[in-house]
């Protein structure tokens, strides 16, 4: 039988590999973000040769400008279709996500409920890549063909609605994944209180399962948004990457910051790749600011129940 002062030893050693663990983890987040931090800056003070001159990027024209294309960079335009995108994305998103859960959590029988989230799990799973070429193959003709209904033209499809689905499509199993987690959590003695007090079963459901679940469901939009924000590959396959903006037209191509990066990165050299990570520091602070903001308005809503 090992004596106390062993077990405190051991206690001790396997709390320092969780700390060295936990450091291991927090300096990759930021190795990358100071790699990418140097990278992007550099436009901005090296000078570059370009034909019978030279270049060097504004900072101020970067930040302001609205039209992206050889030795004009503006990011502007990016920030706002990005913004404006994942907002539509995510509205529709929650509805779709919060609705599905309830329905899984409360209403489904047993054996369909389970069928339901191995489907939300194998979405889930699904690459990036998959939804871009779906995107590609199914949601650019459609839309193409609901413009060409409308008498609007759209560039075979490629347009902010088709990044918008291809985004509520790929944020949709995250964060019905953990508003279901969240709503199971919920206790069957406030569910049978809530119907013995006279309230019906939809109104159980929505204000007390529902209700009850806020702050998790809240939790899962920001993971949502957090996907949406970072997505590139199935974005840069169906958004058409417009040379200026913002494009509220959503029937238009569009533009979104993780499309700039990706496309032509490894075809570019010179300042044309070295703006990508200046790009990449903006997306980082968005990143961070969104999550901040929404992290916020959570733990305020946990305060006030």
């Given at each position: 039988?090992n004596?106390?002062?062993?077990?405190?030893k051991n206690?001790?050693?396997?709390s320092?590999?969780?700390?060295?663990?936990?450091?291991?983890?927090?300096?990759?987040?930021?190795?990358?973000?100071?790699v990418?931090?140097?990278?992007?800056?550099?436009?901005f003070?090296?000078?570059?040769?370009?034909?019978?001159?030279?270049?060097?990027?504004?900072?101020w024209?970067?930040?302001?400008?609205?039209?992206?294309?050889?030795?004009?960079?503006g990011?502007?335009?990016?920030?706002?279709?990005?913004?404006y995108?994942?907002?539509i994305s995510?509205f529709?998103?929650?509805i779709?996500?919060?609705?599905?859960?309830?329905?899984?959590?409360?209403?489904?029988p047993?054996k369909?409920?389970?069928?339901?989230?191995?489907?939300?799990?194998?979405?889930?799973s699904?690459?990036s890549?998959?939804?871009?070429?779906?995107?590609?193959?199914?949601i650019?003709?459609?839309v193409r063909d609901?413009?060409?209904a409308?008498g609007v033209?759209?560039?075979?499809g490629?347009s902010?609605?088709?990044?918008?689905i291809?985004l509520?499509?790929?944020?949709?199993?995250?964060i019905?994944?953990?508003?279901i987690?969240q709503m199971?959590?919920?206790?069957?003695?406030q569910?049978?209180a809530?119907?013995a007090?006279?309230?019906t079963k939809?109104?159980?459901?929505?204000k007390i399962?529902?209700?009850g679940?806020?702050?998790?469901?809240?939790?899962a939009?920001i993971l949502?948004i957090?996907?949406?924000l970072g997505?590139?590959?199935?974005?840069?396959?169906?958004c058409?990457?417009?040379?200026?903006?913002?494009?509220?037209?959503?029937?238009?191509i569009?533009?979104?910051?993780?499309?700039?990066?990706m496309?032509?990165?490894?075809?570019?050299?010179?300042?044309?790749?070295?703006?990508r990570?200046?790009?990449?520091?903006?997306?980082?602070?968005?990143?961070?600011v969104t999550?901040?903001?929404?992290?916020?308005?959570?733990?305020?809503?946990?305060k006030?129940?």
């Open positions: 039988m004596s106390p002062e062993r077990k405190l206690d001790k050693i396997v320092r590999i969780f700390l060295a663990l936990a450091i291991i983890c927090a300096s990759f987040i930021v190795f990358i973000v100071a990418i931090f140097f990278k992007g800056i550099i436009p003070i090296k000078k570059y040769d370009i034909g019978q001159g030279t270049f060097r990027a504004s900072l024209g970067f930040l302001t400008g609205t039209v992206w294309t050889d030795y004009k960079y990011v502007l335009g990016m920030v706002i279709n990005t913004i995108l994942v907002a995510s529709v998103a929650l779709i996500s919060v609705l599905a859960s309830l329905f899984v959590v409360r209403i489904a047993k369909l409920s389970k069928a339901f989230e191995s489907v939300i799990e194998l979405l889930a699904i690459p890549i998959i939804f871009g070429l779906f995107g590609q193959g199914f650019c003709p459609m609901i413009a060409g409308m033209q759209t560039m075979g490629s902010g609605l088709a990044t918008v291809v509520i499509m790929m944020m949709i199993p995250t019905t994944m953990l508003t987690t199971r959590s919920i206790k069957q003695d569910i049978n809530s119907l007090l006279g309230a939809a109104q159980t459901d929505f399962v529902l209700g679940s806020k702050s998790g469901i809240f939790a939009l949502g957090g996907r949406a997505e590139a590959t199935a974005v840069s396959m169906v058409g990457n417009a040379i200026d903006g913002p494009v509220f037209n959503l029937f238009d569009t533009r979104t910051l993780t499309s700039t990066m496309l032509g990165l490894h075809e570019t050299v010179g300042v044309d790749y070295d703006i990570f200046s790009v990449g520091i903006v997306l980082i602070v968005i990143i961070l999550n901040i903001g929404l992290n916020k308005i959570r733990k305020r809503m946990m006030n129940g």
